[in-house]
């Protein structure tokens, strides 16, 4: 629900959002679309002000512009919104938006009033829970699965083999110099669990609950982060084990409202600023807690929702993101989840260990005729390490989407020349399917090392 600036649709919002009030005692999040962001202390000719030395880098190396998107918001305007009496939840540059949350449903119409407003929608309620901070528990947590003889890759070895990903690991491309961020619900226990000894973790970053521990509450992306970097050989080594993570929460478990898009733009803004170079996302949305917010398929156009315009505009940043396709297939929704239906970006189906389509797997195309999935990969008990630190089975395009990344991470270390479009065109090129596309598996299975050995056998005879 958008109100706009008119009196009658400023009464209708208060009036149901106060109905609402009436009924639970809750917390309101706002997103305020703001006309600009206001004049501003920094400015392009000094980006080390706003983005890491490793963000520049990566612009100056795709030579990509360091423009008006990248400024921060005034903060001006931010203390002009909290004088409405609101907190500040989590704010966009690139699109000029900022969530506040507040317990008075009415302080929409005071918001809405302000000259720097164009536009206010509503995007969560509900209540806070108040963190107890409590001692973790440190203990290192080691497998109790045996080791598998004769294998590297342990448990693993089918899904990185169905992606001709161990010639492209014997090459010596295993992620190494590449940046990159895993977007999820939460990490649990991964800082305690013996696969990932070897991990190089930059940082962590929690959009939801800001300070608060990324290893806590969900083991989704702990599964997800295990099918790009574990390593602990015999049991299970990943498809990037020697890349460098940023681990992000973007997730709020708890509940599904529009907020949730906004946590996602947030992390993928963050990964941007300290210069990730591939994002790992296996999130997806398409319905909501609260009918009014829900999408139609039609909407599955890349410009429609707002996470799926972040995931565009983080691809004109130079960035490649491999994001999960859904698991809707056998649902009354049976398409891909949004951002799933952005351009520039690679939406991961998953397949069988007979290579059919998995039957949860979300199908294409877009709304507007677009192939998506753009690449399958195996996601039918697809072989990941959960919160104990054991050996787990799970189906889905969460765990697909890890796996042809880490390879995609891999791919692009042995290219660096290379943009991100490039290597999704790479990517596309070399699958099964590309000749003959379908709306269950897009344009198939990609063969990751036969993508670098043609390009450099090319490239060789071109010298």
Known sequence: M??????????????????????????????????????????????????SQAAIHNRIKRGIAID?????????????????????????????????????SAVVERIQCLPIVDSVKWVWKGQHNDFQVVPRDTTRLVPVDTLVKNSVYGYAEKQIQMLNGILLHEKGYRGQGMTVAVIDAGFMNADRLAVFDSLHLAGTHNVVF?????????????????????????????????????????????????????????????????GVQVISSSLGYFIYDHTDFSYQTSMLDGHTALISRAAEKLADKGMLLFISAGNEGYGSWEKITFPADARHVLAVGAV??????????SEGYSADGRVKP????LGTRCTTIDADGNVSYPNGTSFSTP???????????????????EIIDLIQKNSSLYNSPNVKLGYGIPDMYKILNEYQNVHEQHK
């Open 210 to 274: 800001p300070g608060e521990s990324v290893f806590e509450e969900d083991e989704h992306g702990t599964k997800a982060l295990s099918c790009l970097a574990a390593n602990l050989p015999g049991l299970m080594v990943g498809t990037a084990p020697e890349a460098t993570y940023w681990l992000i929460k973007s997730e709020d478990s708890r509940s599904e409202y529009p907020i949730e898009e906004d946590y996602w733009t947030a992390a993928v803004e963050f990964a941007d600023s300290v």
């Open 2 to 51: 958008i109100v706009r600036r008119t009196i009658g649709l400023c009464f209708f919002a208060v009036c149901l959002l106060c109905s609402l009030h009436a009924q639970n005692a809750d917390s309101y999040c706002f997103r305020v679309y703001l006309k600009d962001k206001g004049a501003s202390d920094y400015s392009i000719e000094h980006p080390e002000a706003f983005l």
């Open 68 to 104: 008006e998107t990248d400024l921060p918001i005034s903060p001006a305007y931010l203390d002009t919104l909290m004088a409405t009496g609101t907190r500040p939840v989590t704010a966009s540059k690139w699109f000029s938006t900022v969530v506040v949350e507040s317990e008075d």
């Open 374 to 377: 753009d690449i399958v990969a």
């Open 403 to 421: 796996t042809v990344s880490g390879l995609g991470i891999c791919l692009w270390q042995a290219l660096p020349r290379l943009s991100n479009l």
């Open 352 to 361: 069988t260990e007979e290579k059919e389509k998995s039957s949860f797997s």
